[in-house]
């Protein structure tokens, strides 16, 4: 991200399917901003990177255990 200073990422928010819809998508979009805040708080620029909170629409694994359930509350950053 530093190398190229006009790199453009997105950082997609994701949720378990735990709590109502309005509740999860929340999560989400509060996931993909602080990790946007971490990066911009080391020096990556602000209008270098979008944040986007799906929510619990993308799991990767059913949310059938508590293990599965950690792994689809994450963030995934994609260069563009």
């Known amino acids: ?8 990422f997105l950082i997609d928010g994701h949720s378990s399917a735990e709590g109502s819809d309005e509740r999860n998508m929340m999560l989400s979009v509060d996931r993909a901003n602080a990790v946007k805040a971490y990066l911009v708080n080391n020096g990556i620029k602000n209008t270098n990177l979008i944040t986007k909170g799906f ?15 950690a792994l689809n509350r994450r963030v995934e950053i994609k260069g563009f």
């Open 1 to 8: 991200m530093k190398s190229n200073l006009d790199a453009k």
């Open 55 to 69: 929510g619990e629409t993308k799991p990767i694994v059913a949310n059938s255990t508590e293990t599965n359930k």
